[in-house]
Structures are given as structure tokens and as C-alpha cells.
């Protein structure tokens, strides 16, 4: 099923300025894996 696109998004977001949060933190807050958190970073590039 995975995520929505909007959710990638925001979460997305936070990586960038000026949040600059790591994936480790993010992975926390959002109860997301790290490894997806990985891969949409990846697929954004």
C-alpha cells in the first residue's frame, strides 16, 4: 500500500532547511523505518 504522496512530502521537508532534522529524529517523530525514510530521500534526489 505504502504512504500518500502528501505524507512523503511533508515529511520530506523536514530534511530540508530549515528543519535539517536527520533521518534518525524524523524516524522517531513519524514511526516511520529509517530504511523507507532512506529510500524516499533517494527517490527525491
Do not use: D, H, Q
Request: proline share 9%.
Amino acid at each position: 500500500m505504502g504512504y500518500p504522496r502528501e505524507r512523503k512530502e511533508a515529511v520530506l521537508k523536514k530534511m530540508l532547511p530549515p528543519n535539517n532534522k536527520t533521518i534518525p529524529e524524523i524516524a522517531k517523530e513519524e514511526g516511520i523505518c529509517e530504511g523507507t525514510l532512506y529510500n524516499w530521500r533517494k527517490a527525491a534526489r
